[in-house]
């Protein structure tokens, strides 16, 4: 009775559904995370106006550090089990695989977490000094990290993907915001202190996390076995080339991940918790404006797994030629939409304190454009065999990008390490496109 009432995604049928379900299921995360957009701009606008620039930073950068650790040790299983996963999904035996595979990719999730755990204990000591923070801070700050690293939901975030469930994603991605906003209200209005927010934030992780496990437990009970967690070595077997990829992948993400966060902490490291405030606020403003790169992103890495699992590499031409116009298009229409209302945003948002963030608004929203325009490139590399091309363009990129930053802080400050990501973004732009339409050709 189970199987049969689980929702199995449909067959890939051409290039045109291949479209059609890369925009519904954007559609459906930005239904989610545009929700959560709109409600960001109101705690955020708390947030600053209680804190103030230079508190902002101090919670920018707390934040920020724990975000940074979790992409250094965090697994990025929600790709493998995308990519292993499509191939598992139809069928009685499939699916057992398919549960064997979630098993392993969830021991390696906790595992991560663990790692995560030990590593913010010495970096957060480590940091301290250089941040400003006092012993009440770094232990805030330690606490913030450890409650984030075990908020574990890489895997169930794969799981709705891979099953086509991006509608139930939607929900799981609604909590965070739903969550601190009513927290930031409830703080402002009795204790409004930069440690009560961070109980906030951390809060959201966990309810969002738990959101995701019960969602994907719901949606893919079938395969929701406790055994499966000591099959390790079969699901190996089972998958060839999961090792590598997840290496690859890992690493991958996780260069491409600190392009976008090591920025936060080396103003705050060189310049103060001021520059970083105003870095952090233009960085998230940007990333709210365009957010659907980053969800167009999710819902093609899906995607184009299906296509390639199910029709081939004709299909898998046909839908990158037309996904690369609409993204293209997309771009440049996001950052016309940040030019016109960026800086009015910030100014209704936040105050006139906050308006020197406007130029870093303006960089860091083109760098996220230009990001958009080539969102199919990683995507079409990690579904084929391409993994290893990702991952030395990422490093190079990343190693690239680290060392314009520091030359940009040193003669521009922190319009430096903005200008820095648009540079790098267009690196990435060219490199990536160049690898992704030879891949394709390879078949």
């Known amino acids: 009775m189970a199987k049969e009432a689980v929702i199995k995604p449909e067959e890939p049928s051409g290039e045109n559904s291949g479209i059609s379900r890369i925009i519904a299921n954007t559609g459906w995360l930005l239904g989610g995370k545009g929700f959560g957009g709109v409600l960001s701009l109101f705690y955020l606008a708390i947030l600053t106006r209680t804190l103030g620039v230079a508190g902002f930073g101090q919670f920018a950068l707390i934040t920020g550090t724990a975000q940074a650790i979790a992409l250094i040790v965090t697994f990025q299983t929600w790709q493998v089990v995308i990519r292993f996963g499509a191939r598992h999904i ?10 064997r595979l979630v098993g392993l990719c969830t021991l390696l999730d906790i595992a991560g977490a663990l790692a995560g755990c030990a590593l913010a204990y010495f970096a957060v000591g480590w940091l301290a000094p250089f941040f400003g923070w006092d012993q009440d801070l770094a232990q805030s700050a330690l606490t913030f990290a450890l409650v984030m690293l075990l908020s574990i939901k890489s895997t169930p975030t794969g799981i709705l993907r891979v099953e086509n469930r991006f509608d139930l994603a939607a929900y799981a991605e609604a909590i965070i915001p739903i969550v601190r906003l009513i927290g930031t209200l409830f703080v402002w209005l009795t204790n409004p202190t930069l440690i009560n927010f961070l109980i906030v934030w951390a809060l959201s992780e966990v309810i969002h996390a738990v959101g995701y496990w019960l969602l994907a437990a719901w949606q893919s009970r079938d395969i929701m076995r406790p055994r499966n967690l000591g099959r390790a070595k079969q699901t190996v077997r089972e998958n060839v080339g999961i090792g590598e990829f997840l290496l690859i992948s890992n690493l991958g993400s996780t260069f491409a991940g600190l392009s976008q966060n090591i920025g936060l902490l080396i103003v705050g490291y060189f310049v103060g ?6 870095y952090r606020l233009a960085s998230q403003l940007s990333v709210a404006m365009t957010k659907i790169s980053v969800l167009l992103s999710r819902a093609i890495f899906a995607e184009v797994n299906l296509v390639r699992a199910h029709q081939g590499a004709e299909a898998m031409n046909a839908l990158f030629r037309k996904a690369s116009r609409m993204l293209f298009i997309t771009g440049g229409t996001v950052i016309l939409i940040v030019l016109v209302i960026g800086k009015p945003a910030l100014f209704y948002m936040s105050g006139p304190e906050f308006l020197p963030a406007y130029p870093l608004l303006i960089l860091l929203a083109a760098a996220a454009s230009i990001d958009l325009a080539g969102a199919i490139y990683e995507p079409t590399l990690l579904s ?16 690239l990008f680290i060392a314009m930053l520091l030359l940009g802080l040193h003669y521009y400050g922190a319009i430096g390490a903005a200008g820095a990501m648009v540079v790098a973004a267009i690196v990435r732009l060219f490199l990536f496109g160049i690898a992704a339409r030879r891949n394709l050709a390879k078949g």
Do not use: H
């Open 90 to 99: 139809k069928g009685a035996e499939n699916r057992m695989r398919f549960g």
């Open 273 to 278: 918790p001021t520059a970083a405030g105003l």
């Open 384 to 399: 084929g065999s391409g993994a290893r091309t990702a991952l030395i363009l990422q490093a190079g990129i990343a190693a």
